[in-house]
């Protein structure tokens, strides 16, 4: 349809606009002052420098994966920090940074519609499944906390199949890392930079306590101003990228500050446009991913695929564990296409849910389904609209990296966890174990 009429005048005429609502360039450009102004001050490398002293080495990639898990409760903040924070962490041990930041990338990514805790999306995945479970049965309902067992078992199985895979087989296969010399952890961090991060401590709890009062106390100014609520839709979530470029700011002035690093307002203003000159080769991936993504879209291309292949699973007559399956396959097809978990779940959920009750599933179990198909291929797909920024990490500790060098590195990854994961949902049903409570 692109070569049609209308398609050539969607071509010519949409580029600005695509560019500039392409939302992760805004994300990105607001949380990289703060982050950057981080970095250029030395803090995230004296950050990286304790860590690697205090933690166990055997466990530094098991913690990186399961904070990239995690993150997923503070939106997009994992892909902004993690994931340079995990390569940063293996440099420092003189391990492959590309096989820490595949760690980081994994446990963001590949894991993101899992947690050990109920996350906003969580909110809005709930909803779509009620909205589809009153289709047959208007007095059922499902909650919050309807996979939340489920959730923690999962977010421990891709922790640790993460974790094998990276030691095991993508660390072995990139081979030793020649492109520097790693940061020398000696005993720890010098006087300076032990000053800088007591700096930054006093401040990170200043900053606590302040978006503390702000959010907590009834009525308050972050809470929703109609329900009270302090996550879905209200300011605090919604300002969430901002909170994370002030605090950056924040931290990384007062480690400047203490370790004598950041001395003037015009050091600041420097390390600031340092960031921002070292992100021009990212900032024209992004445009031309906003374009790609904008283009496919027009076409329609993976609603018409969502929803030939839905009805194509409605038809078959496979059993309810090999539809289970097959659904798992399908949305893990899907995701290849359509990144979005909630915009994926609102073609699927009317469909399946129903589907799924007929044949005795309960609907928590299908929406726990979806979130094992959602989430192995996102580190992947070309959609991903985080994916040029992953790229611009790895080309920092490896410069000839390009989007194919991620993809290659992550594949692993989606596989294995697609199989191992389907395996435990195939079991937790098959065992009849609860996934969650209420």
């Keep these: 349809s692109l070569l049609t009429a209308d398609g050539l005048r969607f071509m010519l005429t949409s580029p600005v606009p695509n560019f500039m609502s392409f939302g992760p360039v805004a994300v990105i450009l607001v949380a990289m002052i703060g982050v950057g102004l981080a970095e250029e001050s030395g803090l995230i490398k004296a950050l990286v420098r304790q860590i690697v002293v205090v933690a166990p080495r055997s466990a530094i990639t098991f913690i990186i994966v399961l904070l990239g898990v995690v993150s997923s409760i503070a939106a997009d903040a994992g892909y902004l920090v993690l994931v340079p924070l995990g390569a940063a962490a293996f440099h420092s041990l003189g391990r492959h940074p590309l096989a820490g930041l595949a760690a980081a990338f994994a446990g963001v990514a590949g894991g993101f519609l899992t947690n050990l805790f109920v996350t906003p999306t969580d909110a809005i995945l709930t909803e779509i499944t009620n909205d589809a479970i009153r289709l047959l049965n208007p007095t059922l309902s499902t909650g919050l906390t309807g ?11 891709v922790a640790i199949v993460c974790t ?104 600041g203003v420097n390390a600031v446009v340092k960031t921002f000159n070292s992100l021009a080769g990212l900032v024209f991936l992004l445009l031309v991913i906003a374009q790609f993504i904008a283009f496919f879209n027009f076409t329609n291309i993976a609603t018409v695929t969502a929803v030939g292949l839905a009805d194509l699973l409605g038809d078959v007559q496979i059993g309810t564990v090999g539809l289970l399956v097959g659904f798992v396959v399908v949305i893990g097809i899907v995701d290849l296409l359509i990144t979005g978990a909630i915009a994926k779940w609102a073609i699927f959920a009317p469909v399946f849910v129903p589907l799924f009750m007929q044949l005795g599933v309960e609907p928590d179990f299908v929406l726990a389904a979806y979130r094992v198909g959602d989430s192995p291929a996102n580190v992947i797909t070309p959609l991903n609209v985080y994916l ?9 500790y490896q410069p000839e990296s390009g989007v194919g060098t991620v993809v290659a590195l992550m594949l692993p990854y989606t596989v294995v966890l697609f199989i191992v994961w389907t395996l435990m949902l195939v079991g937790w049903y098959l065992l009849g174990i609860p996934l969650g409570f209420g």
């Design 164 to 267: 094998v895979l990276t030691e095991r087989f993508i660390e072995p296969h990139l081979g030793p890392y020649q492109g520097g010399v790693p940061i020398d952890t000696g005993e720890g961090v010098t006087d300076a930079e032990r000053r800088g991060l007591r700096f930054t401590l006093w401040t990170l709890a200043g900053f606590v306590v302040v978006i503390g009062l702000l959010s907590a106390p009834p009525g308050a100014v972050l809470r929703h101003q109609e329900t009270g609520a302090i996550l879905g839709g209200s300011p605090f979530m919604d300002g969430l990228i901002v909170l994370i470029m002030l605090l950056f700011l924040a931290l990384g002035i007062a480690y400047g500050k203490g370790a004598g690093t950041i001395n003037t307002v015009t050091e």
């Design 388 to 396: 040029a920024m992953i790229v611009a990490f790895a080309q920092k």
């Design 147 to 157: 996979n939340l067992f489920f959730m923690i078992a999962s977010t421990l199985l």
